[in-house]
């Protein structure tokens, strides 16, 4: 392990940074070094130029290592990627059900309608004479 790189590593870590914000534990996903933990200012993604900088682990042993584990941080993004995929069809089939069930409980409605129509209208034609008056096409 080289001491000179690690130099940072082995001082007391900073609170904050040169600009007096706070920094926070953070981890890199580049190339060069996956998954390595460090702090950095809050303003770091937000395009800082603050030059506050603080490994928090040692740097991986060789490159195999840091391309195994970067392959597993773009395996990990495939697979959060997939997710939000499922989760998207998952909430159109929900969607789905949701508008299905909705028509047939209409329909359903409809067709008790009817029968409850058709039963009285049984009923109705067993007596000849309210028949007559209360059908309209008879009437005419
Ligand atoms: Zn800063």
Redesign the pocket.
């Known amino acids: 392990m080289s001491s000179s790189s690690n130099r940072s590593y082995r001082s007391p870590p900073p609170t ?6 706070p ?1 926070i534990r953070q981890t890199s996903r580049t190339i060069d070094f996956p998954l390595r933990r460090f702090l ?5 993604y937000n395009g ?1 130029k ?3 900088f603080y490994w928090l682990d040692p740097e991986l042993p060789n490159d195999y290592y840091k391309h195994e584990v970067f392959k597993l941080i773009q395996k990990e993004k495939r697979l959060k990627e997939d997710k939000s995929s499922l989760n998207g069809k998952i909430r159109d089939l929900e969607r789905e059900i949701d508008f299905q069930k909705a028509t047939m409980e209409k329909e359903m409605f409809l067709l008790q309608l009817e029968l409850k129509e058709s039963k009285s209208s049984v009923n109705k034609s067993k007596d000849k004479s309210q028949w007559v008056n209360m059908d309209p096409i008879s009437v005419i």
């Open positions: 904050h940074c040169e600009n007096e914000q920094v950095g200012c809050v303003e770091y800082s603050c030059r506050t």
